[in-house]
């Protein structure tokens, strides 16, 4: 293979010569492809330099998917062979692990390149990462019949544009995944090159002194230790984040801690109170000591009781003063850890940064900044530009919109991110942190994988991510060809869906407009003036639940597909119960107040509540029937923590239809002709639905 290096010609084809090969995500920056080919059959893998335990572990992950790929064993030798063979090349140090101030572009230490011919193959890189990341670019390279796979002849140079790539997983605003699932979620970003896990914890982590603290709702010590293994066999860095201002409030509610806030129980610190010092001075150096990341997050955004302080602390408590001081002293005492202190600016939020633009200069320049938010914006600058003035490195923020939602936006998350990743490249951002939480906590997240891979593939690759075709190319290199074209077409029907109810509610949150009361007047009359788009609505929930099934039968797919089957059909469901109140309430209008005992049985039992092939009853059935599906999604990804809390909105749900359908009941049992029909007002029950937060 070594004649390959010499004769080389980079060039970055353009995408239609691309398209004729097997899409690579991220995009190479520099890949050529010319006309030979490389069998899988007879192939090897073997080193062409000293292996390292973390280059033996690349070589072992290559070796498994592409015997998965040959229907045969394609070993890892430990002597060069005579037959064809992919050589692991490794011309520099280890170094694992992305440290303090990496840089990108072609020196990085992650990059890589590729030489496939038909007599052989090579990856070459400075790192054992490098060599990881070639790994993963070579296994989505195969192409090719089953029982005839093989390799096309390419040469490839590729290198990040962004230093960090970083994903956040929320542990503490919504269910707690098992460990089981932090390591799933880890192999999946490693496949799109992500190389930190941003482990967000207000206080889901043990700490030694705090037995009464979540103890339903955490991490053991030792669970974060094999976390932090698992995820350096794969180059990911696990970044711990927690709060040390305010979002304290699962200390704060414990009535042992319950004075150190600034308001009894409460979210946010009281900065005057020694107690309160010590006990973060604590929790810093516990965290310190257990998670070996160069860089630790420290919150400090939304402080939203923050200019109540001098109220509630005495006049000559400065609150503005409180907060940066507070800040200043938590990143000096990272620093003598040996940690590089990360910040949230609260520029979104509470936007205190926004209402006082000085105290940017004023933020300790010795931390890193992520500034977020998720609104969709032509332009994110004003996020980033006013740290960047005062020269605060930054870690862009996007975040995956899932929160409070019935299924993922995608299409608000790609344009969040995508936006926020221009902004950052303007202004010479360090990475991206892309956020996943879980704030309504009921999001099923293994429905974010595609925005959890785009993250990774955008903050990689030079050229934006083709939106138009990341379904498709997603698709394509996570499922088999038969299941492929079903699953991209899925997601973009469900992408549609949900965005089209965002529309007709007028708005984000349609969770809970999922479990609102659709009979109120107000309700019925918005609903009413969309009855079409709900209508087109299911028909897109209902083609992603055929699609996904359809999937499903050929994959037997356990990991990604069942959630986003529960969350095509709470879609649907979504747009039933509304189209269903139309329908009643459109049966009370044309009853009238003194309609006859026929007519009343007509609409208000047969077509309505008749305990078989009722509107009701199919309410009823489907909502009981998602119950269980969404209980054992929810039991593949997380534990029981909050488990209870969250069927409770279920169970509420299905009694509100029982309590309705029993009323009609009663209603049309009591009704002669002659009498006045009570009105729908009358009979809806009156159970507490929940509503949107403010």
Not at 399 to 408: K, L, M, S, T
Not at 463 to 469: A, F, G, L, T
Not at 507 to 522: A, N, S
Request: with cysteine; aromatic share 12%.
């Amino acid at each position: 293979m070594r004649y390959l290096w010499g004769l080389v010609v980079f060039s970055v084809l353009p995408g239609p010569l691309l398209g004729i090969h097997k899409p690579i995500l991220p995009r190479p920056q520099q890949i050529e492809y010319r006309s030979g080919r490389l069998s899988l059959r007879g192939l090897s893998i073997g080193f062409g330099s000293t292996a390292s335990a973390e280059d033996e572990f690349a070589a072992k992950e290559l070796s498994s998917a592409l015997s998965l790929e040959a229907g045969t064993t394609i070993p890892v030798v430990a002597t060069h062979p005579a037959t064809p063979c992919i050589t692991l090349v490794r011309t520099g140090a280890v170094d694992a692990l992305p440290g303090g101030d990496d840089q990108p572009g072609p020196r990085s230490r992650e990059a890589y390149e590729i030489r496939i011919g038909a007599q052989g193959a090579e990856i070459r890189a400075q790192s054992s990462a490098g060599l990881y990341y070639g790994v993963q670019t070579l296994h989505q390279l195969v192409e090719g019949d089953p029982g005839n796979r093989f390799l096309p002849e390419v040469s490839i140079r590729d290198w990040p544009a962004m230093a960090y790539r970083g994903f956040m997983m929320d542990m503490s605003h919504g269910p707690l995944p098992t460990e089981a699932e932090v390591k799933r979620q880890i192999d999946f970003l490693a496949r799109w090159k992500a190389n930190q896990y941003y482990f967000y914890s207000e206080a889901s982590v043990e700490l030694a002194g705090y037995d009464l603290v979540n103890p339903q709702g955490r991490f053991a010590q030792e669970q974060v230790r094999r976390l932090i293994t698992y995820a350096r066999e794969r180059h990911m860095d696990v970044v711990p984040m927690t709060e040390l201002y305010g979002h304290m409030h699962d200390l704060f509610r414990i009535e042992r801690y319950a004075d150190l806030s600034l308001l009894p129980h409460g979210d946010e610190i009281d900065p005057l109170n020694e107690q309160t010092q010590a006990l973060l001075a604590d929790w810093t150096k516990q965290l310190a000591a257990l998670f070996p990341s160069p860089w630790f997050y420290i919150g400090f955004d939304e402080p939203w009781s923050l200019e109540k302080a001098r109220s509630l602390l005495g006049d000559g408590a400065d609150p503005l003063k409180l907060y940066t001081g507070q800040m200043k002293r938590t990143a000096d005492l990272l620093q003598k850890l040996g940690k590089r202190p990360m910040f949230a600016p609260d520029l979104s939020g509470s936007e205190l940064l926004l209402r006082y633009p000085d105290l940017i200069s004023e933020l300790p320049k010795n931390a890193i900044a992520v500034p977020w938010h998720f609104e969709r914006l032509q332009d994110y600058s004003a996020y980033v530009a006013p740290l960047a003035k005062e020269h605060i490195p930054v870690v862009v923020g996007p975040g995956i919109w899932c929160w409070n939602e019935i299924a993922p936006s995608y299409s608000l998350t790609f344009w969040n991110i995508d936006g926020f990743l221009r902004a950052g490249h303007k202004y010479g951002a360090l990475g991206l942190m892309n956020m996943g939480w879980t704030d309504a906590g009921q999001v099923l997240y293994r429905t974010t994988l595609p925005g959890m891979a785009y993250g990774a593939v955008a903050a990689w690759q030079s050229p934006s991510v083709d939106q138009s075709r990341f379904f498709s190319d997603y698709a394509s290199l996570m499922y088999p060809p038969n299941a492929a074209s079903e699953v991209a077409s899925g997601l973009e029907k469900l992408d549609a869906a949900e965005g089209l109810i965002m529309k007709i509610f007028g708005g984000q949150d349609t969770i809970y407009r999922f479990w609102e009361d659709p009979l109120t007047p107000d309700r019925l009359q918005q609903s009413e003036a969309n009855r079409d788009a709900f209508h087109q609505e299911r028909l897109l929930a209902e083609d992603a639940e055929e699609r996904f099934r359809r999937a499903l039968s050929v994959t037997n797919d356990t990991y990604s597909l069942p959630s986003l089957l529960v969350a095509a059909r709470m879609l649907d469901y979504a747009g039933m119960k509304y189209l269903y109140a139309i329908e009643i309430g459109g049966f009370f209008k044309t009853l009238g107040r003194h309609p006859s005992r026929s007519d009343v049985l007509l609409y208000l039992f047969r077509e309505s509540s008749v305990a078989d092939h009722g509107r009701i009853e199919d309410l009823m059935d489907a909502i009981t029937a998602l119950r269980e599906d969404y209980r054992s999604a929810w039991r593949q990804e997380y534990t029981d923590h909050r488990l209870g809390t969250e069927l409770g909105r279920w169970d509420t749900e299905y009694e509100f239809w029982r309590r309705f359908q029993a009323r009609l009941w009663e209603a049309v049992n009591n009704f002669k002709d002659g009498d006045t029909l009570p009105t729908l007002e009358d009979l809806r029950p009156r159970l507490p639905m929940a509503g949107s937060p403010p």
